[in-house]
Structure formats: structure tokens, C-alpha cells
């Protein structure tokens, strides 16, 4: 596609960028849509991070995405935040108004929640607690998530137990923090386990997790995609499991970034979830 100079542009920013499937994932909706746009990686390191985000409207850009490790240094630097991204302490999300403001949103919450209901359409939040592994900034979001669509209790374990109890104490509602020695045993009668770290994914080492105590029905997704496949999903599925991999997490929280750029609501399809495996 050809671009005029009415052009609508947004971006990823990030430190590194060039692994980031957004600009593939963004360009595939603008090619289908048939719309005047770009969506291109912006290389911002630390240092830069301030006087790229002020950049964004005077160079007429829409907006951008925020990927690591600028998520919540970011907050700092909008003028106004949404309670969603308040709440979790992190932003993804950068919208330019109208009136040349810049807005702060998260919807990692909500393509978390999206991928899971899309992967798992026989999960209710009220079916049973949900063990949720890490206490990172992608817990944040998946913990607000699970808390906010009704679920009883969430079971929070981290190696780091100070850290869980900051993150239980700072989004409140049902959650119990599980020292990380009991991790096997918080898997009684679950009905959801979420892994929010980076352990099983490609190159760092395996999530030690004993799935003996989980019920053969509760859902077991993870939030990272390299591989699709993790080794906890895979021995889930072995095991019976329903699982749903995290690629969908990444395509669901796109939808409402493109939206406010683009003024047009994109659909997560099988074929977009091809199109970006084969990057």
C-alpha cells in the first residue's frame, strides 16, 4: 500500500524493539482494512524515553504501544492515565487526543482475559479459584483481570514472597499470597493456573511445577508464545488439560490500541494468528 500524506502512523516503543511482532500484527489489520497507515518499532532506550513519548504529537503520530522496559516508566510521563493502567501501575498504550493530550491506557488486562475466554470457552470465572505464578507486571495485569470477571479466590505464588504481598496488597480484592514451597499443593481444586513468568520460555530454564493436584478441568494457560507450546502446556495437555497458549494475549490487547489509532475494530482470526507465527 501506497502512503498519502494524510497517513495515520503509530508505533511500538520499546529498548530492544526489533524482536516486537507488533509491527507485523498492526500491518497485517491495516493492509486488510485497506487503510492510509503505518505502524513502525521505535528503538527508545531509557535515556530517550521522555523526549520520544513528548515527540508523539508534535510529529502527528496517533500513538504507540509500550513494550519492555518502558512500561511503568512511562506512567510518569502522560497527562492523563486511565484507572485500568492506574490500578496495574503499567501502561501499553498510548493514544494521542484530540486536543494534543496523551492519554496512558493498559489493555493487557483485557486481551488476557479475551485470549482466555477465545482459547477456553467452557472457563467461567466463577467455576473455581485461579493459581496465578509470578508477581511480575504482567501478574498485575492478569490479577486485576481475574479479580474484576468475578473470580472467588485467586492463589498468588512467587519465589520472591515480598513481592506477591506488595502486589496483593496494592490491587486488594481475593487474593492470597502462597509461599513458593506450596505451590504444588495450591493447585487443589483450581480451575484456572496462569504462568506470568519467563520460566519454560525458549532459553530460560523450566517452571518447577508438580501438576498432581490440579483437577483434570481447570484451564491452564501461559502468557508467553516462544514456544507456542511451553513445556507446562505440554504436559497439561498430556495430562487432559484444556490449555491456551499466549500468542492470543498479544493479538486480543492490540484491538483496542488499533481502534483509537486507526478508528476501525479489528478482528483476532485464525488467519492473523498464521500470519504472525510465520514471522
Same mark, same amino acid.
Given at each position: 500500500m501506497i502512503l498519502s500524506g494524510?497517513?495515520? @502512523?503509530? +508505533? @511500538?516503543i520499546g529498548w530492544p524493539v526489533g524482536h516486537s511482532r507488533s509491527p507485523r500484527l498492526h500491518g497485517w489489520w491495516l493492509e486488510q482494512h485497506g487503510i492510509d497507515g503505518a505502524y513502525i518499532p521505535l528503538a527508545v532506550p531509557r535515556e530517550g524515553l521522555e523526549a520520544a513519548v513528548r515527540a508523539l504529537p508534535a510529529l502527528g503520530l496517533r500513538g504507540a504501544n509500550v513494550t519492555v522496559p518502558h512500561k511503568e516508566a512511562v506512567l510518569r510521563l502522560v497527562d492523563r492515565l486511565d484507572p485500568v493502567a492506574a490500578r496495574i501501575g503499567a501502561v501499553n498504550t498510548l493514544v494521542v487526543a484530540e486536543d494534543g493530550a496523551? %492519554? +496512558?491506557?493498559?489493555t493487557d488486562a483485557e486481551g488476557f482475559l479475551n485470549n482466555l475466554r477465545d482459547g477456553?470457552? +467452557?472457563?467461567?470465572?466463577a467455576a473455581g479459584p485461579a493459581v496465578v505464578i509470578g508477581a511480575g507486571g504482567a501478574a498485575r495485569a492478569v490479577v486485576a483481570a481475574l479479580a474484576d470477571a468475578g473470580v472467588p479466590e485467586i492463589r498468588l505464588v512467587n519465589r520472591t514472597p515480598e513481592k506477591a504481598e506488595t502486589l496483593?496488597?496494592?490491587l486488594g480484592g481475593p487474593v492470597h499470597v502462597v509461599p513458593w514451597f506450596g505451590r504444588g499443593g495450591a493447585l487443589? %481444586?483450581?480451575?484456572?493456573l496462569v504462568n506470568t513468568t519467563t520460566l519454560g520460555m525458549a532459553g530460560q530454564p523450566l517452571l518447577d511445577l508438580d501438576l498432581a493436584h490440579l483437577p483434570p478441568s481447570a484451564v491452564v494457560t501461559d502468557i508467553v508464545y516462544t514456544p507456542l507450546e511451553t513445556p507446562l502446556l505440554? @504436559?497439561?495437555?498430556?495430562?487432559g488439560n484444556p490449555v491456551v497458549d499466549g500468542l492470543g494475549m498479544l493479538l486480543h490487547q492490540a484491538v483496542p490500541g488499533f481502534e483509537a489509532w486507526f478508528g476501525v475494530r479489528p478482528a483476532v482470526t485464525p488467519e492473523l494468528r498464521a500470519f504472525v507465527l510465520a514471522a
Open positions: 494524510k497517513a495515520k @502512523v503509530a +508505533g @511500538v496523551l %492519554e +496512558g491506557r493498559n477456553a470457552p +467452557g472457563w467461567r470465572s496483593a496488597c496494592a487443589a %481444586e483450581a480451575a484456572l505440554a @504436559v497439561a495437555r498430556a495430562r
